[in-house]
């Protein structure tokens, strides 16, 4: 059986001018978990956040399951630095290290959960031998780097295709869908096999983040 339907709001759009206050306010609106990226402007074109805002965050006393996503290379390195920090689960793109098991392993070896990242033009075929290794498949629905990117529909295709992988393999692993979700594809891309809805700014940009995360709940089955 598939595995439960979770918001995850993408921190990325949220005003870092009071980024504890505004994760601590949409945590109580009713996110699941957050989703935290991490940019080098190296492997994408934009600098964001590292291991001491997370730090931070938990010190502030955010306690929700906290999905590092690295758009870094290479990754290894910082691993360590993430889980000492607070990391949930730790996810990244294949082209960002030389090894892709090696890099699996080291993220377990730290006791943290393991997710990989599939750009836009990544094809499935990399997942062919660690799909049974890991906790999360992530597919990017833009190209990541930016928030506030519009949904590519060709990603509705690759979640079924993705969907069916898991099925076929083990269905206890998620699928995320980070970028470009709102109430327009929400359902689409529910329908197309994704469980975990990575959302930035069709939460971060409203008004009221509680009546936002209860309209998206409403679009799902068990609710």
């Not at 009713?30 to 956040?49: C, E, K, Q, T």
């Not at 008004?207 to 409403?218: E, G, L």
């Given at each position: ?136 498949i992530t597919l990017m629905s833009v190209n990541p780097g930016f928030g506030g990117q ?74």
């Amino acid at each position: 059986m598939m595995n439960k339907f979770l918001i995850a709001p993408s921190i990325l759009s949220a005003d870092f001018a009071k980024l504890g206050e505004e994760v601590l306010c949409v945590i109580s609106a009713g996110a699941d978990m957050l989703h935290f990226d991490v940019m080098d402007n190296h492997y994408v074109p934009n600098l964001s956040i590292g291991p001491m805002v997370l730090k931070s965050l938990r010190n502030y006393g955010v306690t929700v399951p906290v999905d590092v996503h690295l758009m870094i290379k290479p990754i290894d390195g910082l691993i360590s630095d993430f889980v000492d920090a607070g990391a949930h689960c730790i996810s990244f793109h294949p082209e960002a290290t030389e090894n892709i098991d090696r890099s699996i392993q080291l993220i377990r070896k730290h006791g943290c959960g393991v997710g990989l990242v599939l750009n836009p033009g990544t094809t499935l075929e990399c997942l062919k031998y660690v799909i049974n290794k890991v906790d999360v498949i992530t597919l990017m629905s833009v190209n990541p780097g930016f928030g506030g990117q519009v949904f590519l529909p060709e990603t509705l295709n690759k979640i079924r295709q993705t969907r069916k992988l898991i099925n076929a393999i083990d269905d206890t692993i998620s699928l995320a869908v980070d970028g470009g979700i709102n109430f327009g594809n929400f359902n689409a891309v529910r329908e197309s096999g994704a469980n975990i809805f990575i959302i930035g700014s069709a939460i971060f940009n409203s008004t009221n983040y509680h009546d936002v995360i209860c309209r998206f709940r409403s679009m799902l089955p068990q609710y």
